[in-house]
């Protein structure tokens, strides 16, 4: 079941406009970079509306029909986390929020990739979500206050280089607009 944007995308930017937020390349570029399979690395300074496009982004595709999952990337991951320290109930019929997006086919938003502790466990975990979707030609749609340079010191090579196999790379210039 397909959900509505006001599901998954946070109540800050539940009115943002695909239309009037989003600059012509960049609309032109995600149509053409998910109905290819690949996706967009969207990076900058804080406050410069990374966030805000993205999301306008997240709800044009939704509102096309294509299914979403979008998560900050520190909150997914302190869900992953949350999930691994539980119990395992026999009952349960889970199959966790790993597997989810794993298995998932349409379009993933990560939202401040490069924000998160950074720890081997952080970089196996994303690792493991972003080397499923490049060898699947799922797209995801990050953002980032780091360029490759920093991420690739962050993150790893590994993750890096899958992300510029997978997305083109953008740079958002401004000032903060918070």
């Known amino acids: 079941m397909?959900?509505?944007?006001?599901?998954?995308?946070?109540a800050r930017f539940q009115d943002v406009s695909y239309k009037d937020d989003v600059l012509d390349s960049i609309k032109e570029l995600s149509v053409k970079q998910i109905r290819e399979g690949n996706g967009l690395y969207i990076y900058g300074g804080p406050g410069v509306g990374k966030t805000h496009t993205i999301c306008a982004i997240a709800k044009n595709?939704?509102?096309?029909?294509?299914?979403?999952?979008?998560?900050?990337?520190?909150?997914?991951?302190?869900?992953?986390?949350?999930?691994?320290?539980?119990p395992i109930d026999a009952d349960q019929d889970s199959v966790g929020i790993l597997r989810d997006?794993?298995?998932?086919?349409?379009v993933l938003f990560l939202d401040d990739i490069g924000a998160e502790k950074?720890?081997?466990?952080?970089?196996?975990?994303?690792?493991?979500?972003?080397?499923?979707?490049?060898e699947d030609c799922?797209?995801?749609?990050?953002?980032?206050?780091?360029d490759m340079e920093i991420l690739s010191a962050r993150l790893g090579d590994r993750i890096t280089s899958r992300i510029k196999g997978?997305?083109?790379?953008?740079e958002l210039e401004g000032r903060d607009l918070r």
């Open 2 to 10: 397909k959900k509505d944007y006001k599901q998954v995308i946070p």
């Open 166 to 170: 997978m997305s083109k790379i953008i």
């Open 138 to 146: 799922r797209p995801i749609i990050f953002t980032s206050n780091c």
């Open 118 to 134: 950074e720890s081997e466990w952080t970089r196996e975990r994303l690792y493991l979500i972003i080397n499923k979707k490049y």
């Open 101 to 106: 997006i794993m298995d998932f086919d349409g």
């Open 61 to 86: 595709v939704i509102l096309n029909g294509i299914d979403i999952r979008f998560f900050n990337t520190s909150n997914l991951l302190e869900k992953l986390r949350e999930e691994f320290n539980k």
